[in-house]
Nanobody
């Protein structure tokens, strides 16, 4: 069974940092593009950061310079290091894996207080 399990969310003050992790199993992790999406109440789910199987990365304009996505294929894990957090970063963060099929984690909640 394919699984993506996120962890690391929580409550943090503006300006603080969090590190999210997503552990995958049941698929060949290394060939999948891995991404983080987020969704706030009333908002569309949006792409935050993505890393391809070749290791390239891209980011939403709103998080460039503050967030870093990385992956450890040996551990089947993708990370999202979030620095200089802002209240606008609040939402549920979802891990996504995509190759020919697409898989989603259950989400982890991030709340940034002002």
């Amino acid at each position: 069974q394919v699984q993506l399990v996120e962890s690391g969310g929580g409550l943090v003050q503006a300006g603080g940092s969090l590190r999210l992790s997503c552990s995958g199993s049941g698929f060949i992790f290394s060939i999948y593009a891995m991404a983080w999406y987020r969704q706030a109440p009333g908002n569309e789910r949006e792409l935050v950061a993505r890393t391809t199987s070749g290791g390239s990365t891209n980011y939403a304009d709103s998080v460039k310079g503050r967030f870093t996505i990385s992956r450890d294929n040996a551990k089947n894990t993708v990370f999202l290091q979030m620095n200089s957090l802002e209240p606008e970063d609040t939402g549920v963060y979802y891990c996504n894996a995509k190759f020919r099929q697409e898989y989603w984690g259950q989400g982890t909640r991030v709340t940034v207080s002002s």
